[in-house]
């Protein structure tokens, strides 16, 4: 035999989740440092494991950090062919 239970509804509290530790003020900061050191310079571009690497950072909190906070997109680098004349 089940015995039934009401439906619960849960209501989420302000301050009730999990606080995120990585997405302080500074790691933004750092990552958009990082980012914009980058614009204009040839060949210098960092991937966000690279940047990740260098800020011991998830990776995975970098590109949320770009897209979310700094409103970027994070691209995959891939080689093409190359094109002839």
Known sequence: MIAQFPARQW????????RRSVKTDSNV?????????????????????????????SHSSVARIAKKDLQLSVFHRCEVQSLST
């Open 29 to 57: 900061k750092l990552v958009n440092d990082l980012i914009c050191n980058q614009e204009g310079q040839l060949g210098t571009s960092k991937s966000p494991q690279e940047i990740a690497r260098e800020t011991r950072i």
């Open 11 to 18: 209501k989420w509290l302000p301050g009730s989740s999990r």
